[in-house]
């Protein structure tokens, strides 16, 4: 819950004070986790936002947050040859490319005629 207020207060209000507020959290959570952490401070938006999607990354790891938070910032999925070994290599999934979107189930097409199916489906 820290992390989701922390990024709504860096996107509903503007200033350093929603950047201070967004740090605060952010800090809050590491501190709580961190033997003998040392407070961060944030002088711009995307550093803060960097460092909250990254803490995300570890805290909700396995829980399946990760493509929601990439696909909300409208980012690449990316996977290193580390992490996808039964492929050719790395891999990166633009948000341009059709599987980015899931396709709309048939059920879901048959019951609504006016639904229009995602791209290249």
Known sequence: MYLIKAEAELENSTGAASITAATKDLND????????????NFTDKQSLVNALYNERFKELAFEGHRFF??????????????????????????????????????????????MIQNPNY
């Open 29 to 40: 959570l590491r501190r709580a986790r961190i033997y003998n952490y040392i407070d961060q």
């Open 69 to 114: 938070d990439l696909k909300r910032r409208n980012l690449p999925v990316e996977r290193t040859t580390q992490d996808a070994i039964n492929t050719s290599g790395a891999i990166k999934l633009e948000p341009t490319a059709a599987q980015y979107c899931f396709p709309i189930s048939d059920q879901e097409m048959s019951v609504n005629k006016k």
